[in-house]
């Protein structure tokens, strides 16, 4: 069922106390990771609030609060996670159906293991890439299937931490040495971030309002509140962060969307319903964003967005400038690894793998191995190899199937842009921030009701 989009003063309280108690660095991060367990043990529908708030610490903006982190927040938020996956597990072990999609998660990360024995490099990372997705993918899909709150709760729960990050950053305007604080890049161009701590991280995270409020529009379910909130993320996304890849992640998932729309005929009869009974100023309003976002008139304006510099004629030649260094490298490992990956998780370049190990500070256990490459089909050819990444790709489609199926137009198109969102942000097997966002989503969109 496709509802209008409402404020929720209950979840925006439940979501500003957190972004309060992080304004304190350290000990307010501490302080909720313990909040976290403290709740999770009370009520199992307390969980997906408790991972939504391990997600708010890595999300937000270093200087506004007092970042870096200790260590030791890292591992808390780990212990929090696995505790999670424990719960999680358990009840998928005592109930009587089977959940589809932890199990295929389960056997996934079994066929990992095996292939990280035989082909990883380092076999170490890579079993702690693959602990650290199994935990937080089944953490997040099962906490969200398992809770007795309906969709529809839930919906209203995400819809209104999107509202709450936009509304927050808009003020952040007035304070570049805040909002334009991670830098400016190298071509000389201020990138606003928001309360987030990336102008990347705030174009990823503006795409999903964005792709959400237009699905409503189209579907005829939206209101003032959501061509507001879409205008607004708009704005952010192409005048302040010159996000592309939020942009291109919203533009292909609608595309994916009504590639695979016969499957679900919920959704071909709700934009039915909006072609015939839409009011003229809805259809018109849907038509003009989906024209400015499909079929940029302003050239120049669009072209300077999208490639970021003034020389630069095509999108690949931006591309290849702005992952140049990355890519060479990957393209040698894919040549010499072609068949069997260089193992699962690990970073292109063996020398700088170690510099990027944290380890926690008691038992010199790695908790964290960040890799920057930016392409997921690369990145996954690259570290597993052909046949296991069609594998893996025809899992992925099966999922987007089951997605589009299930759910309403504006929840398809949300979780979906959540995915796209990995063609240029590599973060589908990492839970550090927005991929436990994105699973979170997954499992919304899994939930039967």
Known sequence: MDTEAKLAPSHIIAQIIPLILLLFGNIGAIILLIYCIIISFISFNNIVKGLTYSYLIFLVNPVLFNYPLDSFVSFLRFAFIILVFFIVMRRFLTRNDVNIPILTIL???????????????????????????????????????????????WESWFFNLFFLIVILSIPILFFPHIGMARYTDWHTMKLFQGITNHPQTFSVTLSL???????????????????????????????????????????????????????????????????LFATKRIKLTG??????????VYQPIFQKFLFKRNQVSS??????????????????NINNNFNSGIGFGLESNP?????????????????????????????????????????????LIILIIKII?????????????????????????????????????????????
């Open 107 to 153: 056997l996934f990360s079994l066929i990992l293991i095996i292939h990280s024995i035989f082909f990883s490099y380092s076999l170490e990372i890579s079993s702690l890439k693959i602990f650290s997705f199994t935990t937080g993918s089944i953490a997040c899909i099962g906490s969200v299937m398992y809770s007795t709150y309906n969709k529809s709760y």
């Open 209 to 275: 309002p964005i792709s959400y409020c237009l699905a409503k529009i189209i579907a005829g379910r939206s209101n003032k509140l959501t061509i507001f909130f879409l205008f607004t993320s708009l704005y952010f996304l192409i005048n302040e962060s010159k996000g592309r890849t939020g942009l291109v992640s919203v533009v292909l998932a609608m595309v994916l969307v009504l590639i695979f729309i016969a499957v679900n005929k919920n959704n071909i009869k709700l934009i039915t319903n909006w072609m």
């Open 287 to 296: 038509f003009i964003l989906l024209a400015l976002l499909l079929f940029p």
């Open 315 to 332: 999108l690949k030649e931006s591309f290849d400038i702005s992952r140049a260094v990355q890519l060479s490298k990957m393209y040698k």
């Open 351 to 395: 020398k700088l793998l170690e510099k990027r190990v944290k380890r926690d500070p008691y038992f010199n256990i790695p908790i964290s191995a960040a890799t920057e490459k930016g392409f997921l089909p690369l990145a996954i050819l690259e570290e597993l190899g052909i046949w296991l990444s069609i594998f893996g790709l025809v899992l």
């Open 405 to 449: 199926s299930i759910n309403s137009l504006a929840l398809s198109i949300l979780t979906i842009t959540s995915l796209t969102s990995n063609i240029g942000e590599n973060f589908f097997f990492s839970l550090g921030g927005l991929g436990l966002l994105m699973w979170l989503l997954i499992g919304l969109s899994l939930k039967k009701y």
